[in-house]
T-cell receptor
């Protein structure tokens, strides 16, 4: 158990819908990262937040957005869902945003299925 | 941009034997970190081992060790005395050591390891 929690574990929805994925980092961790794992794209970095501020963006679609709240939990919002958005979405946390030595610990992931 | 390549989609090993998984990467940076993550059927991503590019000594963690060849941009993982519980997808990952490049992990395509009893 990494100490990172993600809810829900599974999510099934229809095209065009909007969903919210939630992540709680390890106690004391200020950084949260979101990654997407799909069959055709592999594991891709989406976005990084540190202590409530966006630090870096990767291959995140405009239909996707994220935020980190004062209690440090983070939410990834996916809207106008398409079949291709079906994937496993991971959240990872680390102790210090930008500190090179920190290790990213991954949550169990949220499996999103878009029908 | 950095890229990570794992040329072995699948590997298999007999229980108690040794197996080596390959990884190459491309970067113009001189300082970075390399990682191996394991993803068992549960889909959890578990850190196996990490290597700092400035360190010449290869990292080891119990039965897991790496062969880091900086000039060749190669980072292989050796698993000794393989156990059934080692069966998983293994991902090689790169992270820059420069703040301006961010803290993102760049992953390879993965190698599916099967351990035969």
């Amino acid at each position: 158990d990494s100490g990172v929690t993600q809810t829900p574990k599974h999510l099934i929805t229809a095209t065009g819908q909007r969903v919210t994925l939630r992540c709680s980092p390890r106690s004391g961790d200020l950084s949260v990262y979101w990654y997407q794992q799909s069959l055709d794209q592999g594991l891709q970095f989406l976005i990084h937040y540190y202590n409530g501020e966006e630090r870096a963006k990767g291959n995140i679609l405009e239909r996707f957005s994220a935020q980190q709240f004062p209690d440090l939990h983070s939410e990834l919002n996916l809207s106008s869902l398409e079949l291709g958005d079906s994937a496993l979405y991971f959240c990872a946390s680390s102790s210090v945003g930008g500190a090179i030595t920190d290790t990213q610990y991954f949550g169990p992931g949220t499996r999103l299925t878009v029908l | 941009a950095q890229t990570v390549t794992q040329s072995q989609p699948e590997m298999s090993v007999q229980e108690a034997e040794t197996v080596t998984l390959s990884c190459t990467y491309d970067t113009s940076e001189s300082d970075y970190y390399l990682f191996w993550y394991k993803q068992p059927p549960s889909r959890q991503m578990i850190l196996v081992i990490r290597q700092e590019a400035y360190k010449q000594q290869n990292a080891t963690e119990n039965r897991f060790s790496v062969n880091f060849q900086k000039a060749a941009k190669s980072f292989s993982l050796k698993i000794s005395d393989s156990q059934l519980g080692d069966a998983a997808m293994y991902f090689c990952a790169y992270r820059s050591a420069y703040l301006t490049s961010g803290s993102r992990l760049t992953f390879g395509e993965g190698t599916q390891l099967t351990v035969n009893p």
